[in-house]
């Protein structure tokens, strides 16, 4: 199986910041990594697929970047309602999996 | 606007089974596979497996492999994952999630099974 991990595994940005997280594949997967934001008690939302390319609605201050095994999300200015946590997953080869994922807080 | 409906929570014992269904509208259902991923209690998300609306097939976890089914019903629009032998550790909310080729893009709200 390929293993996914996520740096940092929690993170801590004030409103307006611009916040990074990183994703590391065990073996390349080519350009098949997807990010989720996931609110408490809700289920996951899909933001971006095949590394960069946005959902339909989702705000442009969302971006990804990467190949092989290196892929970033980036959120250019952080908002409230961004608290969440943020998984990726490996859509290359099943089982398709998750990161273990990466909880952001606000200051 | 596309909506995946999940049935209600289950408890159930050790060693039963559980069938949760995903009930899908506004779409044309095969024409998108769907996922099933799962999340135990304060953990991350678990992939356990895919299937095609189109003509049944599917791609299972290796970790399921053996105690798993996922089917459609296309008359009704509706998907289905039982999950057999549960233990304990089977805890976890189960979700049912619109795919894009495997990508899981429309989620539904999730099914609490409860194993004790």
């Known amino acids: 199986d390929i293993q996914m991990t996520q740096s940092p595994s929690s993170l801590s940005a004030s409103v307006g910041d611009r916040v990074t997280i990183t994703c590391r594949a065990s073996q390349t997967i080519s350009s098949y990594l997807n990010w989720y934001r996931q609110k408490p008690g809700k289920a996951p939302n899909l933001l971006i697929r095949?590394?960069?390319t946005l959902r339909s609605g989702v705000p442009s201050r969302f971006s990804g970047s990467g190949s092989g095994t290196d892929f970033t999300l980036t959120i250019s200015s952080l908002e409230p309602e961004d608290v969440a946590t943020y998984y990726c997953q490996q859509s290359y080869s099943p089982p398709y999996t998750f990161g273990q994922g990466t909880n952001l807080e606000m200051k | 606007q596309v909506q995946l409906v999940q049935s209600a929570a289950e408890v159930k014992k050790p060693g039963a089974s559980v069938k949760v269904s995903c009930k899908a509208s506004?779409?044309?259902?095969?024409?998108?596979?769907i996922s099933w991923v799962r999340q135990a209690p304060g953990q991350g998300l678990e992939w356990m497996g895919w299937i095609s609306t189109n003509n049944g097939n599917t791609i299972y976890a290796q970790k399921f492999q053996d105690r798993v089914t996922m089917t459609t019903d296309t008359s009704t629009y509706t998907a289905y994952m039982e999950l057999r032998s549960l233990r304990s550790d089977d805890t976890a909310v189960y979700y049912c999630?619109?795919?894009?080729?495997?990508?899981?893009?429309?989620w539904g709200q999730g099914t609490l099974v409860t194993v004790s």
């Open positions: 999630a619109r795919s894009i080729v495997v990508v899981p893009e429309y």
């Open positions: 095949a590394t960069s």
């Open positions: 506004g779409y044309i259902f095969s024409n998108y596979g």
